[in-house]
Antibody, heavy 115, light 107 residues
Framework: EVQLVESGGGLVQPGGSLRLSCAASGFTLNNYWMHWVRQAPGKGLVWVSEIHSDGNTVYADSMKGRFTISRDNAKNTLFLQMSSLRADDTATYYC?????????WGQGALVTVSS | DIQMTQSPSSLSASVGDRVTITCRTSQGIRNALSWYQQKPGKAPKRLIFAVSSLQSGVPSRFSGSGSGTEFTLTISSLQPEDFATYYCLQHSSYPLTFGGGTEVGIK
């Protein structure tokens, strides 16, 4: 059974950093393109970043230079390193597997940026 | 960036009603469009991929259609468990973009 389980969310001060993890099971992570999508409270879905099977990465413009997507193949885990966090980065962050859109999603990790 | 205009933003309907949600894209996206259902506090769930292919396990009352720049999600007979928010997604070009969402509520 395919499962994605995020962890690492929490409260962080503006300007701070946080790393989210997404542990995958039931499939091999590096055989798929993987994504992060976020959703601010009460708002819609916003694509954040993706990592390809060959390791290439793509970012939404507003995250470029602040966020880094990566994976650990041995641990079958996806990461999102976030730095220079701002209040408007407050959101639930979902990891998702890509096959003609997003076929599997994690349960989400809430990141709150506040002093 | 490809703009996704999803309409309506909300609607009220009764059990048994036929419901149609539309996504218009600012440029052609071939068949790189999918539809998602999200319930409060839950992750989105894919219903339709490649414009009209039904996700395994999704009831057949859900269907997708369209081409070019106009795409539609139809629920043929609304059921109580279908009250939720629906989103379209284009993955034809970067950045990937979602529609603004349609909240389907109870009349």
């Amino acid at each position: 059974e395919v499962q994605l389980v995020e962890s690492g969310g929490g409260l962080v001060q503006p300007g701070g950093s946080l790393r989210l993890s997404c542990a995958a099971s039931g499939f091999t992570l590096n055989n798929y393109w993987m994504h992060w999508v976020r959703q601010a409270p009460g708002k819609g879905l916003v694509w954040v970043s993706e990592i390809h099977s060959d390791g290439n990465t793509v970012y939404a413009d507003s995250m470029k230079g602040r966020f880094t997507i990566s994976r650990d193949n041995a641990k079958n885990t996806l990461f999102l390193q976030m730095s220079s966090l701002r209040a408007d980065d407050t959101a639930t962050y979902y990891c998702a597997r890509s096959t003609n859109g997003f076929d599997y999603w994690g349960q989400g990790a809430l990141v709150t940026v506040s002093s | 960036d490809i703009q996704m205009t999803q309409s309506p933003s909300s609607l009220s309907a009764s059990v048994g009603d036929r419901v149609t949600i539309t996504c218009r894209t600012s440029q052609g996206i071939r068949n790189a469009l999918s539809w998602y259902q999200q319930k409060p506090g839950k992750a989105p769930k894919r219903l339709i991929f490649a414009v009209s292919s039904l996700q395994s396990g999704v009831p057949s009352r859900f269907s997708g259609s369209g081409s070019g720049t106009e795409f539609t999600l139809t629920i043929s007979s609304l059921q109580p468990e279908d009250f939720a928010t629906y989103y379209c997604l284009q993955h034809s070009s970067y950045p990937l973009t979602f529609g603004g969402g349609t909240e389907v509520g109870i009349k």
